[in-house]
């Protein structure tokens, strides 16, 4: 028999014993749980993760043995009852220290997304515009399929009677404000082989064009940095159209922060992060890696946090990925928490009007750190 609010319970037998697993589902939240037991021999937990067997503490009552516990959302708990498994004392926690903000590295450039332009076709101004919306005008303009998931693919259209037909010359032109002039910056933009860039008025010479690990459909180009100026700039992008053609969001990369707006803005970066929503702190389009760092005592621990901000949490290399948004990790003097972002922000963030909405992203909640005694 088994006892508990409204956990869900599996029972199965084992050689070594009876195994009782229990989960609390998510439409619960958190409960405080009273697991009763009928029983006359002992009992310890398993960890899921590691197949760790760990002590529990319970009380007898009568023919039972109790165990009070508080779940979390999505917690599970699998006890093992069998022989010579004497009541133990679960490791004691208390909180650890921790600043209020944190030295920080990331490991990829910083982005600007550059989608919403000024636009010309051979020339002839067309007003402000989406990119996506841009390129779907181009395309009724000339009779041209818009691109959908039921069209010919182009790669297949050049090999079976394509054509290499120039149906015009576009001209996109993004306007973006500068607080402080990087010391580089780079323009990350499709088919930058075939693309000119003019910047605030000025040709840029493109020399070699570097790669980017995020993507091989990316170029990197250079852009002269003594070109920029405080205030407003503008980028234009010339490509010549042909019915294969896409165009596409580009964006701005180095080490520099961003301030979200209309348009945006770039700024310096900051000298340390806090917890709450990285987008407002100079990283709203960010989709690498930000590892936090501060000091703290060497010893075992428990990180714990309400919220992830991020696809994956690493805290001293112990990941946290899933509710209960719980890892234990070992410190020897330095605590890292590497925050592993999505890509929504840098490629998703846009409706179809080319309004900018951004997920937040972070340590959304400052993290409880339990040092174990």
């Given at each position: ?141 000339f009779g041209l399929e818009r691109r959908n998931n039921e069209m010919i693919q182009p790669w297949f259209r050049k090999k079976f009677g394509g ?87 580009s964006f701005l990369c180095g080490a520099f922060g961003v301030r979200a707006g209309d348009p945006d803005t770039i700024v310096a970066l900051p000298e340390k992060l806090a917890a ?98």
């Open positions: 028999e088994t006892v508990c609010c409204d956990l869900i319970a599996v029972r199965r037998r084992t050689e070594e014993g009876m195994l009782v697993f229990l989960l609390n589902p998510p439409e619960n939240g958190a409960v405080e749980a009273e697991i009763a037991i009928r029983t006359d021999k002992g009992c310890c937990k398993l960890d899921l993760r590691t197949g760790e067997r760990e002590p529990v503490a319970y009380t007898r009552r009568g023919d039972r043995i109790v165990i009070k516990r508080q779940f979390a959302r999505d917690e599970e708990l699998m006890l093992l009852v069998g022989e010579e498994l004497p009541a133990g004392k679960e490791s004691g926690m208390e909180p650890a220290a921790l600043p209020e903000t944190f030295s920080y590295t990331l490991n990829e450039p910083n982005f600007l997304v550059l989608d919403n332009a000024e636009y010309a076709i051979d020339g002839e101004p067309q007003g402000s515009e989406y990119v996506l919306r841009i390129d779907e005008a181009v395309r009724d303009r054509t290499d037909k120039k149906y015009c010359r576009v001209t996109l032109t993004y306007a973006f404000d500068a607080e402080t002039i990087p010391g580089e910056i780079f323009l990350m933009t499709e088919d930058a082989e075939k693309t000119d860039v003019v910047l605030n008025g000025a040709p840029v010479e493109k020399g070699e064009i570097l790669p980017t690990p995020i993507d091989n459909c990316f170029g990197l180009i250079r852009l002269p940095g003594n070109r920029l100026r405080k205030g407003r700039n503008t980028l234009t992008l010339g490509t010549d159209f042909y019915a294969e053609s896409n165009l596409e969001g709450g929503d990285l987008c407002l702190q100079g990283l709203p389009y960010y989709g690498g890696t930000v590892t936090l760092s501060c000091p703290l005592a060497a010893g075992e621990y428990l990180a714990e946090t309400e919220d992830l901000g991020c696809a994956v949490m690493k805290v001293n290399g112990s990941p946290i990925a899933f509710p209960p948004f719980r890892a234990a990790f070992r410190s020897v003097g330095e605590l890292d928490v590497a925050l592993v972002m999505t890509r929504n922000n840098l490629f998703g963030c846009s409706d179809d009007t080319g309004k900018h909405t951004l997920r937040p992203q972070g340590l959304m909640k400052l993290l409880k750190v339990l040092h174990k005694n």
